[in-house]
């Protein structure tokens, strides 16, 4: 709804039971991505335009609130495996918030505050299956092969605009960087993402072979 002079604030609060608990668990991903777990039940509130007794009434607590928050991102984030239970271009697009909302949740605690890591471990599950081309040797290899490939893959999302400074990349070479990533994260974690397409083709039209950085 547009938002004017004549507008009700009251038009705009969520309503009904479904509606406030959605609203409060985007408000504090929003917060989770600009301030990490550094936010009160009011902040939550206040973004959400609602009653912050709501909060309790509907996850107890803060502490109850996070959860809620990180089940969202957990769902989020496991929509974007592929049928086969592996990276797919949703999850990868999705990487730039995704490695914000991490890093920011691991500079504030030095715990494990997820109860669980559906992505993880679905990805660890297919790579212990019979994958054409990538044969794992068990748990072990299946665990390696998934920590080097979110290692890359959330490095480059988190660092992308740094690393380009650094390697003083013009938009050619951040596009065949970006292939060449791509590349090898298949070749180590597998998945479905797209190498090459329109949204990562070259200012001249031409599709960029990732080994021209080899």
Not at 34 to 61: I, K, M, P, T
Not at 87 to 104: C, E, H, K, T
Not at 161 to 170: D, E, L, Q
């Amino acid at each position: 709804m547009p938002v004017d002079d004549h507008t009700d604030p009251d038009e705009l609060r969520p309503s009904g039971q479904d509606e406030v608990r959605q609203a409060l668990v985007q408000a504090g991903l929003e917060l989770v991505a600009s301030r990490g777990l550094q936010f009160s039940v009011r902040d939550v509130a206040d973004r959400a335009n609602v009653n912050h007794g709501l909060v309790h009434r509907y996850f107890g607590s803060k502490s109850g609130l996070v959860s809620a928050v990180l089940d969202e991102f957990n769902a989020n984030a496991l929509a974007g495996l592929d049928a086969d239970g592996l990276p797919g271009d949703a999850l990868w697009d999705d990487l730039p918030s995704i490695s914000v909302i991490l890093a920011r949740i691991a500079l504030d605690t030095e715990s494990d505050p997820f109860d669980r890591h559906p992505v993880f471990q679905q990805w660890i599950e297919s790579l212990k299956g019979d994958e054409p081309g990538r044969p794992c040797s068990g748990e072990r290899e299946a665990k390696a092969r998934v920590a080097a490939a979110a290692s890359m893959a959330l490095g480059w999302a988190l660092f992308r605009r740094m690393i380009n400074f650094g390697v003083a990349a013009s938009d050619a070479d951040t596009v065949a960087m970006e292939a060449m990533i791509r590349e090898r994260f298949v070749e180590i974690g597998g998945g479905s993402l797209t190498i090459e397409s329109p949204h990562h083709r070259s200012a001249s039209g031409e599709g960029v072979d990732a080994r021209q950085l080899g």
